[in-house]
């Protein structure tokens, strides 16, 4: 089982922890915390990185599931130019992408997963989201390719245990992000906007502004419906007081018909019915609704840190700010954030090489942060990084995003990583419904409190 008190133990040190990950203008030699120096794995030759097995010449072809389909930005070329190098470097191993969205993706491994057909490497959320698969013994432990090269002690402290269940890893994250709310300095400029809302109500005020001037409020692409969950709990988050609505349902302390809850959903409909978001948002997919504000269409973006290296590369760039999500009705903090520790590789338990597989992701995962980092994309990864940021040429935006991390207090895991899958698809369900149609918000409530009581597990 994940660790229960899991979620506090990692609010509590994110702020560390992101510090050290991220040494934007600090002394890149800072190495004084305890276990967590601010070195990345150390560069190997990876031809000696893979066993004997790899290189014994057998001709195996890998699968990869992932979740990096845009050209335009530095992850697309980060798993092309890695896989491509290993390779390249063993010509016996083939590496086939099964490159799709996010949402696409789970619906797909769901899929595989029941005929029992996972591909070498997949994508995975961690905890709640990972648990039915591991409980039917789909995905391989990786205790024993964590121990080989440090490749362990390169994850920030207490990451891992997000992707463990009885003591095994199962799976290695990508990144360790923060919810926050991208910003277009310009298209402020142009609404005359001078200052970024710290408000829930001087963002709605911000919303009609922009919308009066022609201009698209809030980037979003709702067909993929977690990007409204994420932004719903930001929120709650909010409305909650702090921290720990969920964890407060799931041990009994609260239903989902408190009043937080309901009053989340008011908010949540006051900015539908505003017009912040895009018309038809909710036949948008992610990386489409990404793409209005990266091409300048929209003037702010509610979303993870890992958008930082993909606005940075994108025509908006130089142009955006980031700032916290703001209160709302004068509750919350605005350094207690949405947290998003990563999506994660997994290997299957059932793959035909599965030695080669964990012999090609101990290669992955070990250059990972060193590539990352080459392309300016190493803001919000879940490995440590050695190097300050600004010196080696990173924009103003991510030593605005790493500074917000400093000022990380704690915060909520997303809703799909905290329910069962299936009260999950519920809420999922219900806060996409929003976009279409205002609902009574007691109804949308008992909806998931419904949902939540035929699910106990």
């Excluded at 590369?313 to 009705?329: D, E, H, I």
Aim: aromatic residues 8%.
């Amino acid at each position: 089982m994940v660790k229960t008190k899991m979620q506090k133990s990692f609010a509590i040190g994110l702020t560390a922890v992101m510090a050290l990950s991220l040494a934007a203008c600090g002394n890149s030699n800072n190495n004084s915390n305890e276990g967590a120096a601010t070195n990345a794995p150390k560069s190997t030759d990876s031809g000696n990185t893979a066993t004997a097995t790899t290189d014994s010449g057998k001709k195996v072809t890998l699968t990869f599931q992932n979740i990096y389909p845009d050209p335009a930005t530095p992850a697309y070329k980060m798993i092309h130019e890695l896989t491509d190098q290993y390779m390249k470097e063993h010509p016996n191993v083939k590496i086939e992408l099964d490159t799709l969205n996010t949402d696409q993706q789970k619906v797909k491994l769901k899929t595989q997963a029941a005929s029992k057909e996972v591909p070498d490497i997949t994508i995975v959320n961690p905890a709640a989201q990972m648990k039915p698969f591991v409980d039917a013994g789909l995905f391989a432990p990786l205790n024993d390719m964590l121990d080989q090269n440090g490749l362990k002690d390169t994850y920030q402290k207490g990451l891992l245990d997000y992707y463990s269940f009885n003591n095994n890893v199962y799976a290695l994250p990508d990144g360790n992000n923060i919810e926050v709310v991208y910003y277009n300095k310009e298209l402020f400029d142009q609404a005359g906007i001078k200052n970024t809302p710290t408000t829930f109500e001087e963002m709605l005020q911000d919303v009609k502004i922009l919308k009066d001037k022609g201009i698209t409020p809030m980037a979003i692409g709702e067909k993929d419906s977690w990007t409204g969950s994420f932004l719903f709990m930001n929120i709650l988050l909010r409305t909650n007081g702090g921290p720990g609505f969920l964890q407060d349902v799931l041990d009994g302390k609260k239903t989902f018909e408190d009043p937080a809850f309901i009053e989340a959903v008011d908010a949540f409909q006051q900015l539908v019915q505003a017009g912040a978001f895009p018309d038809g948002a909710t036949s948008i997919d992610a990386n489409a609704g990404g793409n209005i504000f990266k091409t300048g269409k929209a003037a702010m973006w509610s979303i993870g840190s890992w958008e930082t290296g993909a606005i940075d590369a994108s025509s908006v760039a130089g142009k955006v700010g980031a700032f916290q999500f703001p209160t709302v009705n004068g509750k919350g903090d605005p350094n207690e954030f949405m947290l998003a520790p990563g999506s994660a590789f997994a290997v299957s338990a059932n793959s035909e090489h599965l030695q080669e597989t964990k012999d090609f992701l101990n290669f992955f995962a070990s250059e990972y942060p060193k590539k990352q980092f080459e392309l300016k994309n190493a803001v919000g990864i879940g490995q440590k990084v050695d190097g300050d940021l600004k010196a080696a040429g990173y924009s103003d935006l991510a030593v605005n995003i790493a500074g917000l991390f400093n000022q990380v207090k704690g915060g909520d895991l997303a809703f799909d990583n905290t329910m069962n899958p299936a009260t999950a698809q519920v809420h999922l369900s219900s806060i996409q419904n929003l976009f279409v149609q205002k609902v009574d918000s007691a109804a949308v409530a008992k909806e998931h409190q419904t949902a939540f009581e035929a699910n106990k597990e």
